[in-house]
């Protein structure tokens, strides 16, 4: 069956990046694109983009270009998500997802989500 | 900016039917597709209907969707104390080449 593992919670300064890994199984890696998605406490979803773990092709939101990056390992079937210059508004839990082939907001699995704290 | 809406909150009782709206601002709303998902909280989202209307794998079929050129709803029937959950409607916008939520409807 289908599984998305993402890693631990963090807690960092501001300022500082964060790198989040979501190891994926039970399907071809390659053949699903996967987003990753943020919900700070009490709030909406907020997008943040996503990567062809096929060829790492990415896109990215408006609001995050330059600041997130995304990569993926296919020998590992891991992706991940950096997001660097952190301020106090970037905590929230970050979630990545599997998309339905052909729709950009439909996400049939999810990761169990990480907890990024940004604080001094 | 387009904008999706829902009710804030609905409610029901075990065995019933209830629908959820979303309804949106935009013109060009009838050539989108809604997707519906439930979320609790602390926990993931969860993909009800996509397409407007499709269920994925192991979705339920108590759970059901409509669309027109202006609106759309989500509808539960059987209702289940497990179905109190929120509900929120999404589409892309290729306005800004993403997604676009609703703000949710609660369920109780």
């Known amino acids: 069956q289908v599984h998305l593992v993402q890693s631990g919670p963090e807690l960092k300064k501001p300022g500082a990046s964060v790198k989040v890994s979501c190891k994926t199984s039970?399907?071809?890696?390659?053949?699903?694109?996967l987003h990753w998605v943020r919900q700070a406490p009490g709030q909406d979803l907020e997008w943040l983009g996503w990567i062809n773990p096929n060829n790492g092709g990415t896109k990215f939101a408006q609001n995050f270009q330059g600041r997130v990056t995304m990569t993926r390992d296919t020998s590992l079937t891991t992706a991940y998500m950096e997001v660097h210059r952190l301020t106090a508004d970037d905590t929230a839990v970050y979630y990545c997802s599997r998309e339905l082939p052909g729709y950009h907001t439909a996400w049939d699995f999810w990761g169990q989500g990480t907890q990024i704290t940004v604080s001094s | 900016q387009s904008v999706l809406t829902q009710t804030p909150s609905a409610s029901g009782t075990p065995g019933q039917r209830v629908s959820i709206s979303c309804s949106g601002n935009s013109s060009s709303f009838r050539n989108l597709y809604i997707y519906w998902y439930a979320q609790v909280p602390g926990s993931a989202p969860k993909l009800l209907i996509y397409?407007?209307?499709l269920r994925p794998s192991g979705v339920p079929d108590r759970f059901s969707a409509s669309k027109s050129a202006t609106s759309a709803s989500l509808a539960i029937s059987g209702l289940r104390p497990e179905d109190e959950s929120r509900y929120f409607c999404?589409?892309?916008?290729?306005?800004?080449?993403?997604?676009?939520f609703g703000s949710g409807t609660k369920l109780t």
């Open positions: 999404a589409t892309w916008d290729d306005s800004v080449d993403g997604p676009l």
């Open positions: 397409r407007n209307n």
């Open positions: 039970g399907y071809t890696f390659t053949s699903f694109y």
